[in-house]
């Protein structure tokens, strides 16, 4: 079943092109060199995805549109997912953004709407046939589509009676809502509105779950806005969910897209706020502040465990730099920032404060790593646990984190907010990847490390957001490096993986995206390819019913090895 496309949702730079060029991949002024090696790219991301389509749709049971979760390398076996005496074979849309945004950026370069309608099918397929009567969807990191049963799956689904409902929970997903909104307007903004009816606990305050109910409260109208926020609230206060940043981080994106796409001003005030609470934790000394902005304990595991070390210092979950848990929602108040204009410029000062800060106090060059730190800058990365607690068994001491996984992060805020520091810590973590030395702001003292082995996507975008910043040649010459060594790397039998010898690996992946935008770049349409969200992807499941927590996909599918 085809449906029609509309032409107005897609991006600015692909409309220019197709009516320049009649439908032709390379823009007006593009290099034939540039286009010829682009052609590589597409070529992949062709055989890549012609390989989903046709190995990685639901064609189990009753056949959907749907994509499965993953497939067996070696002979396109969906994964599945062992729950007791169940199988369950995982179709989870929210794993699938890169994955629909991909299908529609080829689509854009190559005027073959086949990939874009795949997209849509699925789409149009989960809004007719897995939502939720208050108006989400069946998907996220607890609950998914079984392609072999055609029902749910997930936690919960051993329950009895009416506790047996599933858990909806988006953490970092970054929903491709130009696509659903394409699809249906009606749908789309109600999903968004239902998001944070169903996960808000008190609208005062901003307290909230990450699971929410998809059963109450009823789909709501605009008026879910209406509520009344008390500007003078506190933060870290005893709440009645996790306010992790990662399910606030998509409130926010969500609500500031529902912004840009109905001129929803309510949405808008209230993704403000929504950051804004976090933005409310900022220590100010450091500038420093927290992966959530409440506790739900009176007294805080935090505290119970290991506050003693820190008698001068606010102890608590909430009060804790995790530098593993922000470059995915920084990315995100930037892409809104960039999609918002002025509007969306808050999004944009928090986020630039956010880097800064943590270039300053968490940053270790000598061990290119983010330093886990209480706000306030006390090290918990030089200190063991005196006590068994939730953070570990005495004797843990807390972990860095890779300092390159900000390379990304700082390549894109200096292309929006020019500061000095941020080209500093960009530089520094480039360096820190592997990439060699990009040189000052100015262009001197560049020396790239051509011969590279780097094949991470994520850096791959962050070259090209240098380069869309500088128009300095040799940092798309570098990405175009980067772009080969996933391929060589990271590409086989028409699949991206995560690299050499594993078993499996997700349809939906960053590298075929990735490529896509380098490609565009080649061929002078930068725009003409859906955002690079860095969204995450996951499911977490118990394997039996009586497991005490559950496992996540990753942990059990995605890291075997063909050898083990």
Same mark, same amino acid.
């Given at each position: 079943m085809k449906f029609p496309r509309s032409q107005s949702a897609l991006p600015l730079g692909a409309l220019l092109s197709l009516t320049l060029a009649g439908c032709q991949p390379s823009g007006p002024t593009a290099d034939p060199a540039d286009v010829a090696r682009a052609q590589v790219f597409i070529d992949a991301v062709r055989e890549n995805l012609d390989t989903i389509l046709e190995k990685g749709r639901d064609t189990y049971h009753q056949p959907t549109p749907f994509f499965v979760d993953g497939l067996e390398i070696e002979t396109y076996e969906p994964v599945r997912w062992h729950f007791d005496d169940h199988v369950w074979i995982l179709s989870d849309l929210a794993n699938q953004q890169d994955l629909l945004r991909s299908l529609d950026g080829l689509s854009a370069l190559t005027g073959d709407d086949k990939y874009h309608d795949a997209a849509v099918e699925t789409l149009r397929y989960a809004f007719d046939h897995i939502r939720t009567k208050n108006g989400l969807l069946l998907w996220g990191g607890h609950v998914c589509y079984d392609a072999d049963a055609d029902e749910w799956c997930g936690r919960r689904y051993h329950w009895l009676g009416k506790k047996r409902s599933p858990i909806h929970e988006l953490k970092s997903c970054y929903p491709y809502y130009e696509l659903m909104w394409?699809?249906?307007?009606?749908?789309?903004?109600?999903?968004?509105?239902?998001?944070?009816?169903?996960?808000?606990?008190?609208?005062?305050?901003?307290?909230? *779950?990450?699971h929410g109910g998809v059963d109450h409260p009823p789909a709501p109208g605009r008026e879910v806005w209406d509520h009344?926020?008390?500007?003078?609230?506190?933060?870290?206060?005893?709440? &009645?969910?996790?306010?992790?940043?990662?399910?606030?981080? *998509?409130l926010y994106f969500g609500a500031g897209m529902l912004y840009l796409l109905d001129d929803d001003m309510g949405a808008l005030a209230w993704a403000r706020r929504i950051a804004g609470r976090y933005e409310a934790t900022r220590d100010p000394n450091t500038g420093l502040r927290g992966y959530q902005y409440s506790n739900l304990e009176k007294i805080d595991r935090a505290y119970r465990q290991f506050g003693d070390l820190f008698p001068n210092s606010h102890v608590s979950e909430a009060a804790i730099f995790d530098p593993h848990g922000l470059p995915k929602p920084l990315m995100a108040q930037m892409l809104l920032s960039e999609k918002l204009g002025n509007e969306g410029?808050?999004?944009? &000062?928090?986020?630039?404060? *956010?880097?800064?800060?943590?270039?300053?106090?968490?940053?270790?060059?000598?061990?290119?790593?983010?330093?886990?730190?209480?706000?306030?800058?006390?090290?918990?990365?030089?200190v063991a646990m005196p006590r068994d607690g939730y953070f570990g068994p005495k004797g843990t001491v807390f972990a860095s984190w890779p300092s390159e996984d900000y390379f990304l992060c700082y390549a894109k805020a200096w292309g929006l907010?020019?500061?000095?520091?941020?080209?500093?810590?960009?530089?520094?973590? /480039?360096?820190? /990847?592997?990439?060699g030395d990009i040189g000052a702001a100015d262009g001197t003292g560049m020396a790239l490390n051509r011969e590279t082995i780097v094949d991470n996507p994520n850096h791959l975008v962050g070259l090209l957001a240098l380069y869309r910043a500088t128009d300095r040649r040799a940092y798309l010459d570098l990405a175009?490096?980067?772009?080969?060594?996933?391929?060589?790397?990271?590409?086989?039998? #028409?699949?991206?993986?995560?690299?050499?010898?594993?078993?499996?690996t997700r349809t939906s992946r960053p590298e075929a995206l990735a490529l896509l935008h380098?490609?565009?770049?080649?061929? #002078?349409?930068?725009?003409?390819?859906?955002?690079?969200?860095?969204?995450?992807?996951?499911?977490?499941?118990?394997? &039996?019913?009586?497991?005490?927590?559950?496992?996540f996909d990753h942990e059990v599918i995605y890291t075997q090895r063909r050898n083990d």
């Open positions: 394409e699809v249906d307007r009606d749908a789309t903004a109600q999903f968004v509105r239902s998001f944070w009816a169903a996960h808000i606990r008190d609208w005062s305050n901003l307290d909230f *779950d990450r009344e926020f008390d500007e003078n609230s506190e933060v870290f206060f005893q709440s &009645k969910g996790r306010t992790f940043v990662n399910t606030g981080s *998509d410029s808050q999004f944009l &000062k928090w986020a630039v404060d *956010d880097l800064v800060a943590i270039g300053h106090h968490a940053y270790d060059p000598e061990n290119a790593s983010m330093k886990t730190l209480l706000l306030d800058g006390s090290d918990l990365t030089a907010d020019s500061q000095p520091f941020l080209w500093e810590m960009a530089r520094n973590t /480039a360096r820190d /990847a592997g990439l175009e490096k980067v772009g080969e060594n996933i391929l060589a790397h990271r590409f086989e039998k #028409g699949l991206f993986t995560p690299g050499p010898g594993y078993r499996y380098l490609a565009a770049t080649l061929r #002078g349409q930068p725009d003409a390819v859906p955002d690079f969200t860095d969204g995450n992807a996951y499911f977490a499941c118990e394997l &039996k019913s009586t497991d005490a927590d559950y496992t």
